[in-house]
């Protein structure tokens, strides 16, 4: 205990930082499951899975707040959310352009941002991972532990999505 | 002999027997009035078309025309038993409005035409696509109704020939659930279950699964254990008071879309007391250790919160199960078409596992289907698998059935999963399907969102072709009809819920011009000119049983293998379950026996999705987590709903079947006393919701969601508070055509576009609702059957029944002799 506490006196601003760039990422991860999300409801399984796995990353960013208290971090545990009123111009959008091919292109695009920033949170829940064995932070770890693998499941699902719809949306129309 | 009115009375007169003892013969027969039965010039071996139970019957035959059906004693499925729906529903055949020549459409009318010019502008259109779009612009979407050799025929025709990915059934809207959490917890279709698990049940678990009204005649066999020595226990999960819930040992109405909450929270309750096999489960399962950490916090407390219901009796039902002996479990439509629908499908089979209930007499699950060859739409390969229960993401599976058809393996499309019936509509939606080959189903009136459909099936680009007996909603809409002959006036084999194979055979000609299905897909692909690799045509038969041995090849060391069975081995005997092959000729009874699962990662189906987001497992992940083939205990977390009830819109709103009707009635609606049985639409709600807005029987409701509008009279039932109910089976082939406001009584005009992402199957149970009422009744009652799960509350309405041409006949066999 007491070693874990020098440990963390010594190496506290390096993982504070750490922390506070994830808390930044999930948030951004958040907005941007949000807006593919609005971007597409014309496509119902985005729409809604988008949404569903976007709760993941409000909980990250409530727990990564909770963890960040002990390396004297004032984060704020409620994840940034779209306007209403944006959201629902985006959702009309979707629906207008519905009867048109050529927006899917924006579907794959839309998909590897979101691939890209999962892929980039998830690297960083492995350094914080890695940094909370070795300070022996048994709260940060089971946070690590916790938040991962739902990391790991919304990359897996953007990449899945783009093998399902790549062929069709470059190959006809 | 006894005449029952079998309106009035659908499941007949009991014949009581108990554990472990053969379930008494009881021959059911109804034929056309003024005939008797020696003046039939022959009988025809069937079974049922319009139900997933597979009930064998015999067609009579009297001067060409069938004169009514009689059920086969020596079946193993019915002993004799048959659905109030085929005992009546036989005489759609022979409606005057049957189609009897090809349309297409002319200045926007559809005219008739000659076979010729309607297949010839078939073709055409699909080499124009071809050439100009490629594969990825023709689409087909079938049916649960068809024949395994037409399944197969089409999925040849589709994946093998043309080349397209987009092969869909409406079993999507009925059974792809099933599939798919079979898939899951066994890495394969299959159903571990068979119906004689009735017969040596203690304790039988209903989930979401009406079978007093979805499948009468196992029903029955239920009620026969029920009514005999020593009756098994019967815990129902269902948000109506329906008959199963009334013969119930416990009756838990959850909240539509918690089921996962619920089945979480029982096995929580089965941890927590032990009530676990682990022997069984450390050798014949992986997964046990994530169950057990996931189920920690769904407490019963939790459970009773979050589905308003009882604590006390989710801990008495998980204690009927945990102590049960032989446990037999039946899931339907309740858990398939809601919230989860797979999560928690899956959550049964995991029950089973962990209790070490599966292989042996009396322990099965039987993950229902809804339509009658559901089950051969998915080994043969077209509802967006592969044929022969194939691995579309294991290379060697596509390469054995490249060899099987001849073809180049790069030729069967198998970047992606076949596409699955939603996407093939949104794609038509977005313009890149152009041409959508409908087979034997009506999704203008049974897909969800109607006011969508039918925006999305009359697009001026589309070409849409419709085969079908009727001029359905959907039929409408096509630029070309084939009129098809339908069961009774052709030859085919089909597979029920149980792994039952039956063969059914032509009894009379079809009307006018209409063809056998299977010949009209026959002339598509010789119009195609489809050629295998070596310049040979690629379909190689012209005959249903030539169609059958070439499945027979295709199911050739698979899991759904029928090599062991011919024509003539299924003429005149009890139907036969598959597995069926050499060493096993007279078929498989029980799957899965002594833990021996189908899930090696070199021989297995599927490597299973994520329960939330559906990204299919990669290979290496499934091979890491289990490398011998065992089966697989999936957890899963409680999602909240996607349209929860709000002030504006307080209900949930809750699709379904009744027992007299099937799918858009376009059999049932036309045999006059299945019709008069259900006549119309209704709507039902809970005594409290009626109380507390002033509603009482009959009064005209208006119910609505933000997607349209339905017009009903309101039965008040046994329907638990917060929910409506409506049926599913009235469209607008009878009535003024559906436009998406006023007078509609198409339930789906209310339904939302989503689904499940690991079955892909759409959620029919979980719409937020409103319902105002429009004028109290004037005198008349709801057109809701007053026998089934539709019957008021309280107080009386006039009771459903036939008239004398109801009256069935049933014989019963001196019982005894052992099972």
Not at chain 2, 221 to 236: F, K, T, Y
Not at chain 2, 445 to 459: A, C, D
Not at chain 2, 785 to 808: I, K, N, W, Y
Request: proline content about 6%; charged content about 25%.
């Amino acid at each position: 205990m007491k070693i874990a506490q020098t440990l963390r006196n010594l190496h506290g601003n390096k993982v504070g930082a750490a922390i506070e760039e994830l808390h930044r990422s999930e948030n951004e991860l958040v907005g941007a499951l949000l807006n593919l999300s609005d971007e597409h409801k014309i496509d119902h399984e985005i729409f809604y899975v988008a949404r569903d796995i976007a709760r993941w990353s409000q909980e990250h960013v409530r727990l990564l707040a909770e963890v960040g208290r002990d390396y004297d971090l004032d984060l704020s545990p409620e994840s940034e959310d779209e306007p209403t009123l944006l959201a629902r111009v985006k959702q009309k959008g979707a629906e207008l352009t519905g009867r048109f091919h050529e927006p899917s292109l924006l579907l794959l695009a839309d998909l590897r941002r979101v691939h890209r920033m999962a892929a980039g949170v998830s690297l960083d829940w492995e350094v914080l991972a890695q940094t909370a064995q070795a300070l022996k932070d048994r709260e940060l770890l089971s946070t690590a532990q916790e938040c991962h693998p739902e990391t790991l499941r919304q990359l897996r699902w953007a990449n899945a999505k783009v093998k399902e719809t790549a062929a069709q949306i470059m190959v006809t129309g | 002999m006894a005449r029952v009115d079998r309106i009035a009375e659908p499941w007949g007169t009991r014949t009581p027997y108990g554990p472990g003892e053969r379930w008494p013969m009881r021959v059911d027969s109804h034929l056309t009035e003024g005939t008797r039965p020696a003046e039939v010039d022959r009988w025809v071996q069937s079974a049922s078309m319009l139900h997933s139970n597979g009930d064998a019957m015999d067609i009579a035959v009297k001067g060409g025309r069938i004169v009514g059906v009689r059920g086969r004693s020596e079946d193993r499925v019915n002993h004799g038993r048959l659905d109030p729906k085929d005992l009546y529903g036989w005489q759609a055949n022979h409606s005057p409005d049957r189609l009897s020549t090809p349309l297409i459409r002319r200045a926007g009318e559809l005219v008739e035409t000659d076979w010729e010019t309607a297949m010839e502008s078939v073709a055409h259109r699909t080499r124009e696509l071809l050439e100009e779009r490629g594969p990825s612009s023709i689409g087909f979407y079938t049916t649960g109704q068809l024949f395994l050799e037409e399944y197969y025929t089409l999925a040849l025709i589709a994946h093998g020939g043309i080349g397209t990915n987009h092969v869909d059934g409406n079993t999507r809207l009925c059974t792809a659930t099933a599939a798919a959490t079979l898939k899951e917890s066994f890495a394969c279709d299959g159903q571990p279950g068979t119906y004689t698990d009735v017969d040596h049940a203690d304790v039988i678990c209903l989930y979401g699964h009406n079978v007093a009204e979805t499948q009468t005649v196992l029903w029955m066999r239920i009620l026969d254990r029920l009514a005999g020595p020593r009756p098994p226990a019967i815990v129902c999960v269902d948000p109506r008071r329906t008959l199963v819930a009334e013969h119930a040992t416990v009756h838990l109405a959850p909240r539509p879309g918690t089921n996962v909450m619920l089945m979480n929270a029982l096995l929580h309750e089965l941890l927590e007391h032990d009530w676990v096999d682990h022997d069984y489960v450390e050798a014949h399962a992986v997964g046990f250790s994530e169950l057990e950490k996931l189920v920690q916090g769904y407490t019963v407390e939790r459970a009773a919160e979050v589905c308003d219901v009882p604590a006390d009796e989710v801990r008495e039902a998980a204690r009927l199960i945990g102590t049960s002996r032989r446990l037999m479990s039946t899931v339907l439509q309740g858990f398939y078409q809601s919230h989860q629908a797979t999560a928690a499908a899956v959550q049964v089979n995991n029950i089973h596992i962990i209790r070490g209930m599966l292989g042996q007499p009396g322990c099965g699950v039987l993950q229902m289907n809804g339509q009658p060859s559901a089950q051969n739409t998915r080994e043969a390969g077209a509802d967006g698998d592969l044929p022969g229960f194939r691995n579309w993401s294991n290379d060697d599976h596509v390469q054995e059935l490249a060899a099987v058809w001849n073809v180049d393996p790069i030729d069967i499309p198998h970047y992606s999963e076949p596409t699955h019936a939603m996407q093939i509509m949104r794609y038509v939606e977005d313009g890149s399907i152009r041409f959508l080959y409908v087979t034997a189903t009506n999704p203008a009136v049974s897909m969800p969102e109607l006011r969508r459909m039918r925006s999305i099936l009359s697009q001026e680009r589309l070409f849409l072709v419709v085969q079908d007996i009727f001029l359905s909603e959907t039929a409408q809409l096509a630029d070309v009809v084939l009129p098809a002959a339908t069961w009774g006036e052709k030859t085919g084999t089909f597979t029920n819920a149980d792994r039952t194979v039956h063969l059914s055979e032509k009894a009379v000609d079809p009307p006018g011009e209409a063809r056998p299905d299977l010949d009209i897909l026959l002339d598509y692909a010789e119009r195609l000119d489809l050629r295998d690799k070596d310049g040979a045509p690629l379909v190689k038969w012209k005959t249903p049983e030539a169609a059958f041995e070439g499945w027979k090849e295709c199911s050739r060391g698979r899991p759904c293998d029928y090599t062991g069975l011919t024509y003539d081995k299924l003429r005149g005997s009890s139907g036969i379950q598959w597995p069926c092959t050499e060493e096993h000729p007279e078929g498989t009874e029980r799957i899965y026996v002594n833990g021996a699962f189908w899930s090696a990662p070199t021989y297995c189906e599927s490597y299973g999705r994520d329960l939330v987001t559906g990204a299919p497992v990669e290979p290496t992940e499934y091979q890491a987590l289990n490398p011998s083939g065992k089966a697989i205990i999936k957890a899963a977390e409680f999602l909240p709903l996607h349209e929860p009830p709000t002030e504006e819109h307080p209900f949930q709103l809750i699709t379904g079947r009744t027992l007299y009707h099937f799918h858009t009635r376009t059999k049932t609606g036309r045999a006059p006393q299945l019709q008069a049985a259900a006549a119309d639409v209704w709507v039902e709600c809970s005594v409290a919701d009626a109380a507390a807005h002033g509603w009482s029987e009959g009064d005209l409701l208006r119910v609505s969601t933000p997607r349209g509008q339905v017009t009903a009279r309101v039965r008040v039932s046994g329907i638990r508070d917060g929910v409506l109910f409506l049926p599913f089976h009235y469209g607008y082939w009878d009535t003024a055509p559906g436009n998406g406001s006023g007078d509609n009584r198409a339930a789906n005009e209310l339904t939302l576009t989503d689904w499940d992402p690991a079955s892909k199957q759409p959620i029919f149970k979980t719409a937020a609702a409103a319902a105002t009422r429009l004028r109290p009744s004037d005198g008349s009652v709801a057109p809701a059957p007053s026998t089934t799960a539709s019957r008021p509350a309280h107080g009386s309405v006039p009771a459903t029944r036939g008239d004398d041409s109801a009256l069935v006949d049933e014989e019963h066999a001196p019982s005894g002799g052992e099972a």
